[in-house]
């Protein structure tokens, strides 16, 4: 209950979750499990547009969103994504959201978190020495 309260990186405080729920309608939810709002009318809008949202599931991280959800959160595309979805093309592949800073983060050989041991190169780095 205190983690509602307090964090924001952990989904909506509960004062988000209480004005989205009173201002906004759910539109759907993606396969990741993050749920989408828009807002009933324009009144508290910047821009004379409705308002959108998104309650992320988990940890509150951007690269969450897939593009299709994306393109509708920041007005590229007017239709919900549940209502038309994008069109797939045989050569993209699926979207997974950005990783940096997790355990399944890559990490290339010589890295720290691997040890921090490097093979040699042909062509080897050779350090600068004052004559």
């Known amino acids: 209950m205190l983690k509602a309260i307090f964090t924001w990186w952990n989904g909506a405080t509960i004062g988000q979750r209480f004005h989205i729920g009173r201002r906004g309608v759910f539109v759907g939810k993606d396969d990741y499990g993050n749920s989408y709002f828009e807002a009933r009318d324009n009144s508290d809008s910047y821009d004379a547009r409705k308002r959108r949202w998104v309650i992320y599931s988990g940890y509150a991280e951007a690269s969450k969103v897939p593009p299709d959800w994306s393109g509708w959160l920041h007005y590229t595309f007017d239709e919900v994504p549940t209502q038309t979805p994008l069109n797939r093309r045989d050569w993209e ?18 890295s720290l978190t691997r040890g921090g041991e490097r093979a040699a190169a042909t062509s080897d780095y050779e350090a600068w020495k004052p004559e």
């Open 93 to 110: 592949k699926d979207h997974i959201p950005n990783l940096t800073g997790t355990v399944h983060a890559w990490r290339p050989k010589g």
